[in-house]
């Protein structure tokens, strides 16, 4: 006979289960679709995004996403950190997929660059300053970028309606022309 254990998200979201079951769950599977548990209309970015797609050689040890309510959230729990932050792009889920391998909700790479610099608020001038302050892969970049047209990348920058979103556009565009 397994025990079963009852373990807190957040709240009054819980997740139910023998005790042998999540431990597998922790163990061997993706823990990026609890993030959904924590908070319904949100998808995987920023930084998690970035990683989740190689472009950036530092692990990440907060789950952080994007979602759709105004204000900051942080959640601590037995299977992590995650953090939740405003972005203010309609339609909300532009350029974001349902990653079938392990069903969570993810911003492409370039939305997920996008967001960043409109959460950091800070102006990048050109590819290089993307590469010291995030040691981003400016080759993996590079062939991203190429899979979007000169308008797409301008008219998703209007999106946020920021200063630095314009300035990473233009720089991803002039830099990879």
Same mark, same amino acid.
């Given at each position: 006979?397994?025990?079963?254990?009852?373990?807190?998200?957040?709240?009054?979201?819980?997740?139910?289960?023998?005790?042998?079951? !999540?431990?597998?769950? &922790?163990?061997?599977? #993706?823990? =990026?679709? !609890?993030?959904?548990? &924590?908070?319904?209309? #949100?998808? =995987?970015?920023?930084?998690?995004?970035?990683?989740f797609y190689g472009l950036i050689p530092e692990a990440v040890y907060e789950t952080t996403s994007a979602c759709y309510q105004k204000k900051y959230k942080e959640?601590?729990?037995?299977?992590?950190?995650?953090?939740?932050?405003?972005?203010?792009?309609?339609p909300f889920f532009l350029d974001v997929e349902k990653n079938n391998e392990n069903q969570t909700m993810i911003a492409s790479a370039l939305r997920a660059l996008f967001d960043l610099v409109y959460l950091r608020k800070k102006s990048y001038l050109k590819l290089e300053d993307l590469d010291l302050?995030?040691?981003?892969?400016?080759?993996?970049?590079?062939?991203?970028?190429?899979?979007?047209?000169?308008?797409?990348?301008?008219?998703?920058?209007?999106?946020?309606?920021?200063?630095?979103?314009?300035n990473l556009a233009n720089v991803l565009i002039e830099g990879y022309e």
């Open positions: 006979f397994k025990r079963m254990l009852m373990v807190s998200l957040h709240g009054f979201v819980y997740i139910i289960g023998r005790e042998t079951y !999540l431990i597998l769950f &922790v163990n061997f599977f #993706s823990i =990026l679709p !609890l993030k959904h548990y &924590v908070e319904v209309y #949100s998808y =995987l970015s920023f930084e998690s995004a970035l990683s959640y601590e729990t037995p299977f992590g950190f995650f953090s939740y932050a405003y972005i203010p792009v309609r302050d995030l040691r981003i892969d400016l080759e993996e970049l590079k062939t991203i970028v190429k899979n979007y047209s000169t308008k797409e990348i301008k008219e998703f920058s209007e999106c946020y309606k920021k200063e630095t979103t314009r």
